[in-house]
């Protein structure tokens, strides 16, 4: 970077490298490249709002199971037979909630506060306290119309890694073309760990804290890891409860159900757009997706809707690595079925692990394994150096946001690995959130096969524009116009999809002025 822009900025950067000094490198690249306006770069440098604060809950009672050593001490106390066993609540962590009035009725037998299920198994029982959450929301630019990004719940969240997610969001909506800027939020939690009610109340008391902070024409949040279309839901209504002009608001959340003002394929949209890249990818080849093997670390919503896409497409899927486990077939893993058997409600883990049509394999297998492509679509800085260094797989596209970091990035090069980054591979998500937030203003409803023609258009479009400016090719077709973007050199993918992203924010930036 420029020493004389060093000097301008007040204060001086903190030299501590941090996820989002990691993840802005990218940034500084593609705008040392395109010389872009010193004032858009200390706009865009940091978020505009960093909003962090608390939320607190009152949690149920929980059974906790003990462990074999101390439920000796108990061999000799008898089955508690719970008479409405719908209110008990397994959860991940092999506790259990006792909802409404769970045991009323029963026949109790408990000691020292300890008693056994039918199960088998000796639960200590704990009385629920009050917890206190962290919670943010980064509001990174609104120089292209209201921020716009998800909300994540779980464990290891940070404020860094949500100023990395907002300021990606701003790139990935200008790369996307969709009239919004860029934002991030959610909780340090893990859903798992927390009953269906509890998460309720706290969804409830994070967007009753967030309410001033937002709104449909503000800031629009929208599914992202541990969170879904029930979540939107609750923010929706805790959101619009008690306005006169409710209906007005349900662009103020997307990702919602299609029952209440979602879009079809919204749910699918993130994978849908990874699959429309990779089909645009190997048709430029002359080549489709008929036989090619892929294998996918996360498989949540965009990979599992990744997974079936593809699979549609004639891909075949060979390995799986999750939180929870990794799984192997060398002769491909049945998609739907795998689908089935994660979202089964026994599955609490809702994990691949113990897919009964594949081996179980270890995490560091699934780099080594030998296919056309791989799909990261868990979480970021997976992908490491020495991860890119035993990759045996020809493109990679990034379903996840920020899954490699900028070493492996390099080792990619070097190595000739191809890549559709993530601010293009998973823009078909924001896409169809656009979609759905227009559908909710205009109070219209459009079909599935509708979105997904826009979304391919608008994939498509934009990730040839990034491959033009890549190769340095300037031109003008039916589809897509890349000659105001090109350098005059060719760049990496990624710095190109960020050169895209760049040009189209500065130049409202450069045309609009900046407000006093
Ligand atoms: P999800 O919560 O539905 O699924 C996350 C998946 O990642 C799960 O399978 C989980 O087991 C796995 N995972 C979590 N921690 C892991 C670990 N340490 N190692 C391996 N696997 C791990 O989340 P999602 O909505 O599918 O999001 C996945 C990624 O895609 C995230 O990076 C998210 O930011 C990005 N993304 C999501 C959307 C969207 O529309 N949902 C849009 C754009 C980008």
């Known amino acids: 970077m420029a020493s004389e822009e060093n000097f301008m900025r007040a204060p001086a950067p903190s030299p501590k490298r941090t996820i989002y000094t990691e993840a802005m490198e990218i940034f500084h690249r593609a705008a040392d490249l395109i010389g872009l306006d010193k004032r858009v770069r200390l706009e865009l440098e940091e978020p505009d709002y960093e909003h962090i604060f608390y939320v607190t809950a009152k949690l149920k009672d929980r059974l906790v199971p003990l462990a074999p050593e101390e439920a000796k001490a108990f061999s000799d106390l008898s089955v508690t037979q719970v008479r409405n066993p719908d209110g008990l609540e397994r959860l991940a962590d092999g506790k259990i909630i006792l909802n409404g009035r769970a045991l009323l009725g029963s026949d109790v037998n408990i000691r020292r506060g300890h008693l056994r299920l039918p199960d088998g198994g000796v639960y200590q029982l704990v009385p629920g306290e009050s917890q206190r959450f962290k919670a943010y929301r980064v509001q990174h630019n609104q120089a292209r119309g209201p921020y716009k990004g998800g909300i994540r719940y779980h464990r290891e969240v940070s ?11 701003t790139w990935k909506t200008a790369i996307a073309e969709v009239p919004f800027g860029g934002g991030k939020g959610g909780i340090q ?8 009610e509890e998460l309720e109340n706290i969804t409830l008391r994070f967007m009753y804290k967030l309410k001033s902070l937002i709104g449909p024409s503000i800031d629009i949040p929208a599914p992202d890891v541990g969170t879904n279309g029930d979540i939107m839901a609750l923010m929706l209504r805790q959101y619009s409860d008690g306005e006169r002009e409710r209906h007005n608001m349900r662009g103020i959340v997307t ?5 209440i003002g979602g879009s079809e394929g919204r749910v699918k949209a993130t994978g849908q757009g990874v699959a429309y890249c990779i089909e645009d990818f190997y048709s430029e080849r002359n080549e489709t997706l008929r036989g090619k093997t892929f294998t996918m670390q996360g498989f949540g919503n965009v990979g599992s809707n990744g997974a079936s896409i593809l699979a549609g497409m004639g891909a075949r899927l060979l390995a799986v690595n999750d939180a929870d486990g990794s799984i192997f077939n060398g002769d491909g893993i049945d998609v739907p079925s795998l689908i089935a058997y994660v979202n089964d409600p026994k599955n609490l883990k809702k994990s691949v692990a113990g897919f009964p049509g594949a081996q179980r394999i270890e995490k560091k297998d699934l780099w080594e394994i030998s296919a056309d492509m791989l799909i990261p679509a868990a979480l970021g800085g997976e992908i490491t150096a020495d991860v890119a260094e035993r990759l045996k797989v020809k493109l990679i596209a990034e379903g996840a946001n920020g899954p490699t970091t900028p070493e492996a990035d390099r080792v990619l090069q070097k190595r000739g690995i191809d890549l559709i980054p993530d601010i293009i591979a998973n823009a078909g998500g924001v896409t169809v959130s656009y ?11 459009w079909s599935e096969s ?15 524009i990034i491959r033009d400016i890549s190769r340095n090719q300037p031109r003008k077709t039916d589809m897509h116009d890349s000659r105001a973007y090109c350098l005059g050199k060719t760049v990496d993918p990624r710095c190109a999809a960020m050169i895209l992203a760049l040009k189209r924010i500065e130049a409202h930036y450069l045309i609009e002025g900046f407000s006093q």
Do not use: T
């Open 159 to 169: 404020l860094d890694l949500f100023k990395a997610l907002a300021a990606e969001m």
């Open 189 to 196: 939690i893990d859903p798992r760990q927390y009953g269906r």
């Open 255 to 259: 990702g919602k159900d299609v029952r």
């Open 435 to 445: 979609y759905e937030w227009i559908q909710n203003k205009r109070m219209e409803r």
């Open 450 to 464: 509708e979105v997904d023609q826009r979304l391919e258009k608008a994939m498509k479009r934009n990730y040839r």
